[in-house]
């Protein structure tokens, strides 16, 4: 038997940084957890540093970003609880999917491999991305107002500018054609395949009623790959919110439910651990 998890590990997603969850770091700490928001490997500088040079955003690979996040887990005393936000997610799912964590809250989660829904926002999302294929080997950047449709739905366009100049980023453009709608295209095993009916930690899924990168459909449907898994896996639905619910008010909310679930079925037997 180990202790029961004193360490939140918080995973970002695509077009963000560590600073994204700036608030639910101090809301985490201020209950005395430790709480650890790893960057991707070289993201570790400001948001405004990425943005003058993007070129270790273009170069970043999936297998890269979750040794590094592993490694962070795995020099814990304690399996920590893992919580990932939109391909941070995906990024979850792979590191449960290791044997690391206790428990897992994945928040308008991107898909792993094999989830086939496409919901025509999820497409008018990704669509800048997309629409020129060099890309693919480059940072791509979201507009001002390609942010406000595809993550801050649910804000005016003022309170969506605040947020895009804060926190936004360039994606890595390898990553959205590859794990993006294209990604079930391609025959064989992909680097976010998982084995869906594998043990691991407890797992909940939390998507936003308003989301349009990551609609509830595509949540569901992920949620759904694991049915023949042995360990808990649950899907709620938020009323309301959008893509950005890391920081649109009343996120506290959403960090208390990711909380609260994961302790009360945070797993500490550990018997899927690797050797």
């Known amino acids: 038997m180990t202790d029961r998890p004193d360490t939140i590990v918080l995973v970002h997603g695509l077009w963000m940084t560590p600073r994204s969850w700036e608030g639910w770091v101090a809301h985490y700490e201020a209950q005395g957890y430790r709480v650890l928001a790893p960057a991707y490997p070289g993201f570790e500088i400001e948001v405004e540093a990425l943005r003058e040079n993007a070129d270790v955003i273009s170069g970043l690979t999936v297998p890269d970003t979750v040794d590094h996040l592993a490694s962070v887990i795995e020099a814990l005393d304690v399996p920590p609880v893992i919580i990932g936000h939109s391909f941070g997610g995906t990024?979850?799912?792979?590191?449960?999917?290791?044997?690391?964590?206790?428990?897992?809250?994945?928040?308008?989660?991107?898909?792993?491999?094999?989830?086939?829904?496409?919901?025509?926002?999820?497409?008018?999302?990704?669509?800048?991305?997309?629409?020129?294929p060099a890309t693919r080997h480059q940072a791509v950047a979201f507009t001002p107002e390609e942010f406000h449709y595809a993550f801050t739905n649910t804000l005016s366009e003022d309170e969506s500018r605040q947020v895009w100049e804060r926190y936004a980023i360039a994606a890595p453009g390898y990553w959205v054609w590859e794990y993006g709608l294209f990604a079930n295209l391609k025959p064989g095993h992909q680097e976010t395949w998982v084995d869906y009916a594998a043990d691991r930690a407890p797992l909940l899924f939390v998507a936003g009623e308003k989301d349009h990168i990551m609609p509830p459909s595509v949540n569901r449907s992920n949620a759904k790959h694991y049915q023949h898994s042995p360990a808990v896996t649950e899907y709620r639905e938020l009323e309301g919110r959008d893509h950005w619910t890391c920081g649109a008010p009343g996120w506290e909310a959403v960090a208390d439910l990711a909380l609260g679930w994961a302790l009360e079925h945070a797993r500490t037997d550990r018997p899927w651990a690797a050797a």
Not at 98 to 125: F, I, N, Y
């Open 91 to 132: 990024l979850t799912q792979l590191l449960l999917a290791r044997g690391l964590g206790a428990a897992g809250v994945v928040v308008d989660s991107a898909p792993t491999e094999g989830v086939h829904v496409s919901p025509l926002s999820q497409v008018r999302s990704l669509f800048p991305a997309l629409k020129n």
